[in-house]
């Protein structure tokens, strides 16, 4: 068990507020041939931050949970409502 700090972003007003991660569990190192250290999953982390598509900077948490973030909403969002009548013909799902 580990925890470290990022900043990975950049202002040009105001400040920014680091991002805490806690890695509880690291099984990768069992499997692994190579050992992840602390500071490749540092790394990781930080680059994984810069491929989220929808923003040409990046963001504060990695892509995969920002995009984990996104759908959990929209699916909360639409899945209790019904649908637009005006969608009916329309493969709106695709």
Known sequence: MYD??????????????PTHY???VD?????A??????????????KLTHMYYNWTGTVRVP??????HKLAFLAGQSLQSNPNPGL???LYFL
């Open 4 to 17: 470290f700090y990022l900043v990975s972003q950049h202002v040009t007003m105001g400040t920014v507020t």
């Open 22 to 24: 806690n890695v509880i």
């Open 27 to 31: 099984t990768l190192n069992e499997t």
């Open 33 to 46: 041939t190579k050992p992840i250290t602390p500071n490749i999953m540092q790394q990781l982390t930080y």
């Open 63 to 68: 892509a995969l949970c920002q995009l984990a």
């Open 88 to 90: 009916e013909d329309l």
